[in-house]
């Protein structure tokens, strides 16, 4: 999320800062996206269309569920996105935390959670590294998304 640098308007001063980067948030923004994609922004459902679009996000990152049944994603998808929500290193009322105190500090940049700045440790680490798959499954586990990721990737998942 960008915001402007700062403004004079007549007398009135509006401070803001020039970039937020957050990280994964608690909220509901990925099974919100999903539906308004979807067309319908009420139901929970996946159609054949979502369920292909998913198919195709999972084998883009390398993810095989060619195995799984329709059912078996979607229950999938549903998962996913409960613990995006619910397990997020970072609620949102500590990300608005976070921001509105960099707002009031005068910080250019900040960065929202201890997601966030471990990402922007390993991209100023390896920068050509980023757009990689492998980059992503370093940053995850090291950024305490094991978990989470443990859906997609049975050999992540912690050892009992």
């Known amino acids: 999320m960008w915001l402007a640098s700062r403004h004079d308007i007549g ?9 937020v980067m957050p990280g994964q948030i608690g909220t509901s923004i990925r099974a919100n996206t999903r539906k308004i994609h979807s ?7 996946i159609d054949a269309a ?21 059912d078996q994603l979607s229950n999938l998808v549903a998962e996913l996105d409960r613990r995006f ?18 707002v009031k500090a005068d910080r250019w940049r900040i960065l929202v959670g201890a997601d966030a700045h471990k990402i922007d440790e390993m991209v100023r680490q390896s920068p050509e590294r980023a757009y990689d798959i492998a980059f992503f499954d370093e940053f ?17 998942r912690p050892s009992s």
Not at 11 to 19: I, Y
Not at 85 to 95: I, Y
Not at 140 to 156: D, H, I, K, V
Request: hydrophobic fraction near 45%; charge should be negative.
């Open 140 to 156: 995850a586990l090291a950024a305490g998304w094991t978990e989470r990721l443990s859906l997609e990737n049975p050999e992540l």
């Open 85 to 102: 929500r619910d397990e997020a290193l970072t609620t949102a009322a500590q990300a608005a935390t976070i921001i509105l105190d960099g």
């Open 50 to 70: 979502g369920l292909a679009v998913a198919r195709e996000r999972f084998a883009l990152v390398g993810r095989d569920v060619s195995h799984l049944s329709d």
């Open 39 to 45: 067309g319908d922004r009420e139901s929970n459902a």
């Open 11 to 19: 007398r009135a001063k509006l401070r803001v800062s020039f970039g």
